[in-house]
């Protein structure tokens, strides 16, 4: 069964302007780790983002924020300011709790448009 | 710290010829990974070493082998290629056990199965 879902195949936002990019996951493990990983046109894969499940605040780094909702299961990317160089692929992935790999969603592609 | 490299970067092979694909990582880690990504399937995990001397099968282990080598290379075969396995291929490499630990990717292999 997926584990991570992120309905939104692409999202266009205008330059300057936020956007919200929305994750579900599945789990009944009670200890577990959130990602949002970036990759541009060029391909690399670029870690953004981590949120824990018994993390008190939601996390934020830089433009970025994460919009944690554990009781929906839910961790929303939340990019403020968009700018061009934000148009890219975005990953929302978990990890659960041992010494497991990240399990990844479908992706969303972001368009920034000027 | 080159971090994580894969070699080749390209490569095109005809349907049921073998190859490797090499991974290998300067950071100490433990943990290695081989992801595959087709478009509109995000990442999946093909095989994973949590450490030295072991291997496990992910979601997609199907037409792959996986040889740990030591605790720097992590190599995938494909015995007899289909075209079913044209993708891109991603190793990752991850240090500590925690939670919280990002797992860092190299840049890709791209393979097209002819």
């Known amino acids: 069964a997926q584990k991570i879902t992120q309905t939104q195949p692409g999202m266009f936002v205008q330059e300057k302007e936020a956007v919200t990019l929305d994750c579900t996951y599945d789990t009944s493990d009670p200890s577990y780790g959130l990602f949002w990983y970036k990759q541009p046109s060029s391909g690399e894969m670029i870690f953004l983002i981590y949120q824990g499940s018994y993390d008190q605040q939601n996390a934020t780094e830089g433009r970025y924020s994460l919009n944690f909702q554990k009781a929906r299961k839910s961790a929303n990317l939340v990019i403020s300011a968009s700018q061009l160089g934000d148009s890219a692929m975005y990953f929302c992935?978990?990890?659960?709790?041992?010494?497991?790999?990240?399990?990844f969603g479908k992706g969303t592609r972001l368009s920034v448009i000027a | 710290n080159a971090g994580v490299t894969q070699t080749p970067k390209f490569q095109v092979l005809k349907t049921g010829q073998s190859m490797t694909l090499q991974c290998a990582q300067d950071m100490n880690h433990n943990s290695m990974y081989w992801y595959r990504q087709d478009p509109g399937m995000g990442l999946r995990l093909i095989y994973y070493s949590a450490s030295e001397g072991t291997t496990d099968k992910g979601e997609v282990p199907n037409g792959y082998n996986v040889s740990r080598l030591n605790k720097r290379e992590f190599s995938l075969r494909l015995e007899s290629a289909a075209p079913s396995q044209t993708s891109v291929y991603f190793c990752?490499?991850?240090?500590?056990?925690?939670?919280?630990?990002?797992?860092?990717f190299g840049p890709g292999t791209r393979l097209t199965v002819t």
């Open positions: 992935a978990m990890r659960e709790a041992g010494n497991t790999p990240l399990v």
């Open positions: 990752a490499s991850r240090g500590l056990a925690g939670l919280r630990s990002e797992q860092y």
